[in-house]
């Protein structure tokens, strides 16, 4: 059974900083694109940042610089650490595969996500 787990938002000022982290299980975590996305209020979810297998990792632009994204394939834990924070970062941020969403049982498999409220 597949199962994300996000944590490590919160309340923070701009300008702050704060750690996602997303715990996964039952993932083929180390031959997948893993990705951080974000949904605010009346917006479609977006993707933030993406880390392959290689390495090889990608950035909206409103993040560049700001996010850097990780993960630790014998853990399985994907992390996002975010700096500068701004108001608009302000969204819920889920982790899942990238291009595509992790699929069981023929549906898509997202977790809870984790809130990030950024105060200006």
């Known amino acids: 059974q597949v199962q994300l787990v996000e944590s490590g938002g919160g309340l923070v000022q701009a300008g702050g900083s704060l750690r996602l982290s997303c715990a996964t299980s039952?993932?083929?975590?180390?031959?997948?694109?893993m990705g951080w996305y974000r949904q605010a209020p009346g917006k479609q979810r977006e993707s933030v940042a993406v880390?392959?297998?290689?390495?090889?990792?990608h950035y909206t632009d409103p993040v560049k610089g700001r996010f850097t994204i990780s993960r630790d394939a014998v853990k399985k834990i994907l992390y996002l650490p975010m700096n500068s924070l701004k108001a608009e970062d302000t969204a819920g941020y889920y982790c899942?595969?990238?291009?595509?969403?992790?699929?069981?049982?023929?549906?898509?498999?997202w977790g809870q996500g984790t809130q990030v409220t950024v105060s200006s």
């Open positions: 880390i392959y297998p290689d390495e090889f990792t």
């Open positions: 039952g993932v083929l975590f180390s031959t997948l694109g």
């Open positions: 899942n595969s990238h291009p595509n969403a992790i699929r069981e049982r023929g549906r898509d498999v």
